[in-house]
């Protein structure tokens, strides 16, 4: 079967920094997708890895071990709108996607 | 309409009666999907479609049903509601190019079936 593994829930200091974990079995591999949701509101696409190593964007980035069947997610300089779920979504050998339940994080000040 | 819109917002529906929930693109993108999102779980595919003209099923597609007319609309329909549908539903759509598949999602539909 398909699956895709994240902590359930995380919590953080406001200005620190925080690593999601995503680790994943699926039928083919064409890409992962992390995407944030905030409470009530639609998933956004915040990154997409296909090859094996980091991609940065600004305060997040996101890293791909396909050999491991793994990502995560680095945020840094945490701001308290980074409060939000963070999902894990791999492309698979049909090219849908198969999410994983989220992570909700959970910034202190 | 900037992006996808769904209707209605919210919803609340009696067991066993039929309700159709709207989905509209302006994007022109070629694929569009279905997902119902409930606690504790990831987004379930229910259906998809990858062109117009064309729908396959999804993960969880049973007392679902889906038309794609034209490339903007995707209507999926609940023909006999039961309270296990009871979900929060979001409308997607991306431009399939290869293997990417960035998808785009609309607000959501809150559906309460009692």
Same mark, same amino acid.
């Given at each position: ?14 200005? @620190? ?21 905030? @409470? ?43 409060? @939000? ?25 | ?46 259906? *998809? ?14 007392? *679902? ?50």
């Amino acid at each position: 079967g398909q699956n895709i593994d994240q902590p359930t829930e995380m919590t953080a200091t406001e200005g @620190a920094i925080v690593q999601i974990n995503c680790t994943y079995q699926t039928s083919g591999f064409n890409g992962l997708f992390w995407y944030q949701q905030h @409470a009530g509101e639609a998933p956004t696409f915040l990154s997409y890895n296909v090859l094996d190593g980091l991609e940065e964007k600004g305060r997040f980035s996101s890293f791909l071990s396909r050999s491991k069947g793994y990502s995560y997610l680095l945020l840094k300089e945490l701001q308290m709108k980074d409060s @939000a779920s963070y999902l894990c979504a791999v492309t698979d050998s049909n090219y849908q996607l198969i999410w994983g339940a989220g992570t909700k994080l959970i910034i202190k000040p | 309409i900037a992006g996808i819109t769904q209707a209605p917002t919210s919803q609340i529906l009696a067991a066993g009666r039929r309700m159709t929930l709207r989905c509209t693109q302006d994007m022109r993108h070629n694929a569009m999907y279905w997902y119902r999102q409930d606690l504790g779980l990831g987004l379930r595919l229910i259906h *998809y479609s990858n062109t117009a003209g064309t729908t396959g099923k999804g993960e969880v597609p049973d007392g *679902y049903s889906v038309s794609r007319a034209n490339t903007d609309d995707f209507p999926l329909t609940l023909a006999s509601a039961v309270p296990s549908q009871t979900s929060v539903y979001f409308c997607a759509s991306s431009q399939r190019e290869g293997s990417y598949n960035e998808q785009f999602f609309g607000p959501g539909t809150r559906l309460t079936v009692l």
